[in-house]
């Protein structure tokens, strides 16, 4: 049986990142050994896969640390993004209250408060967890608050017509409409804390993948470094298209058109 035209073209879409990523491998691959780049400056894909096996019992126990610590300081975020978002978009005196300073610290560097953290909980899981706590939590919040704030008047005014309480109103049809604000808010925040955690553990941890980051550049060994760099990709990838699945499955009523399709 042949395909038509629109299987055809979801196969090409669902096929396209993995083409794309061919596609890269080999130009990276094809330039390293044309121009004979030094695996010190710039290491080919094949010299990174090398020391990926070589070192893999290493890389796996570093990744694993990571993936907790960051698992940990993510779902710290997702509570409190969500009660927060749920008190922003709940009350407009809440609102124009806590987003200016939200909005501010927002703007501070996370990696300043790393120093800090290591004063108050010493070096280890302590600064790694608050750190992808601190840096994850935004935007989640934001969509949260987003979600339920931009519930229509009209709409509002007609379930209290019928009778519905605010409570009702934020709860019954605020929160479910906030659904896919925040599986959106998840896939951006999960990336960013393992931004966090990696960068904590660069500066204040003797294990991680931060950790075996630092101690590969400092020894030289760039292909092990890029390694690394290659799995904290990978992890933030799964967990991405693990929401996207969630997403897809939980929210599909909110997609229209191609991305439905």
């Not at 993510?74 to 927060?84: D, E, H, M």
Request: net charge positive; aromatic share 12%; charged share 10%.
């Amino acid at each position: 049986m042949s395909m038509t035209a629109a299987q055809r073209r979801r196969m090409l879409e669902r096929a396209s990142p993995f083409i794309l990523m061919a596609i890269i491998i080999v130009l990276w691959e094809l330039i390293c050994r044309g121009f004979q780049v030094s695996e010190f400056v710039f290491p080919a894909p094949s010299a990174i896969w090398a020391k990926l096996v070589e070192f893999h019992a290493e890389i796996a126990k570093h990744a694993w640390r990571t993936f907790w610590v960051t698992m940990v300081g993510f779902g710290i975020a997702i509570v409190v993004g969500v009660l927060l978002g749920f008190i922003i978009g709940s009350s407009r005196l809440a609102y124009t209250a806590i987003y200016p300073l939200m909005t501010a610290f927002n703007a501070l560097p996370k990696a300043a408060f790393i120093p800090i953290l290591v004063v108050w909980f010493g070096i280890g899981v302590g600064p790694a967890v608050l750190t992808a706590f601190l840096i994850s939590f935004f935007p989640i919040t934001v969509n949260i608050a987003t979600g339920l704030a931009t519930l229509e008047p009209e709409l509002e005014d007609v379930l209290r017509v019928l009778g519905a309480k605010r409570w009702d109103v934020l709860t019954k049809v605020g929160l479910p409409r906030s659904m896919p604000y925040f599986w959106g808010s998840l896939k951006v925040a999960i990336t960013l804390a393992f931004v966090g955690t990696t960068v904590s553990e660069m500066t204040a941890s003797n294990e991680g993948i931060g950790y075996l980051l630092i101690s590969a550049g400092s020894s030289m060994q760039m292909a092990l470094a890029f390694a690394g760099l290659l799995v904290v990709g990978v992890m933030a990838m799964a967990m991405y298209e693990l929401f996207s699945f969630v997403e897809k499955h939980t929210t599909a009523w909110a997609h229209r058109g191609s991305q439905a399709a």
